[in-house]
């Protein structure tokens, strides 16, 4: 069962639409106007639908951003997923590449996880109270509080929102009303002596989705 949790968060994760809608204004604006800027940030790369490359300098969020000569879709970085305890998870990620660009922003879905099972005579298959991190990299040295707020944890606010869209859209969960956000400026324990200790090997900040997704069972006419 555990396994199909984490395959079902993992579906849900990789049906996140990356792209959004953009129109470059030339001079004297020079940048690209866009409705939703979903998890873009500055000193991100985006493509463009020739797939070339461009580095994000400047947003307000979902009104604009700058990244040079940038017009029609524009596709942001795709989550990467990682399932599994702190152990497990850190091991996966820190393994997988060296490039942190290539990893972030990660989708942590800590397990641990506990969920309720249903009869034969039952529509749904689980039902589980789900902690999952919407986290990507930030400045310990040059922020304060208030630009890992405004650099990263709006932005994968933003995320998490985009994973609750994906879930409210597909009929193969039950209708999802409510959840809860936890924010983190810096993502990490705070020692006695006021340091931050990392849960993982990064400097990261973000966001926690509580969410309770309830499963029916495959083929079920509901």
């Known amino acids: 069962m555990i396994n ?12 996140i639409n990356p792209t ?3 129109v470059y204004l030339p001079a004297p604006d020079e940048f690209t106007t866009v409705c939703n800027t979903k998890w873009a940030r500055i000193g991100k790369y985006v493509k463009d639908s020739q797939n070339n490359s461009f580095l994000i300098t400047d947003i307000d969020y979902d009104n604009w951003i700058k990244a040079g000569i940038i017009d029609g879709e524009i596709t942001l970085p795709s989550p990467y997923f990682v399932p599994g305890t702190k152990i497990e998870a850190n091991r996966e ?8 660009t290539q990893k972030t922003p990660l989708v942590w879905l800590l397990h641990g996880i506990r969920y309720n099972a249903f009869g034969r005579e039952s529509v749904y298959a689980w039902e589980s109270d789900l902690r999952i991190f ?16 405004q650099q990263v944890v709006i932005p994968m606010t933003k995320l998490a929102d985009e994973f609750v869209k994906v879930v409210k859209k597909d009929r193969s969960f039950l209708r999802v009303d409510s959840w809860e956000i936890v924010e983190f400026s810096r993502f990490g324990t705070e020692q006695e002596n006021g340091y931050f200790k990392n849960i993982l090997d990064a400097n990261l900040s973000g966001v926690e989705l509580r969410i309770k997704l309830t499963k029916y069972k495959e083929n079920c006419k509901c």
């Open 4 to 15: 199909d949790i984490s395959q079902a968060v993992e579906n849900i994760v990789n049906a």
């Open 20 to 22: 959004i809608d953009g």
């Open 93 to 100: 990620w820190t393994i997988s590449t060296n490039d942190l």
């Open 134 to 149: 919407f986290l990507d990299e930030t400045d310990i040295l040059n922020f304060y509080t208030k630009d890992h707020i």
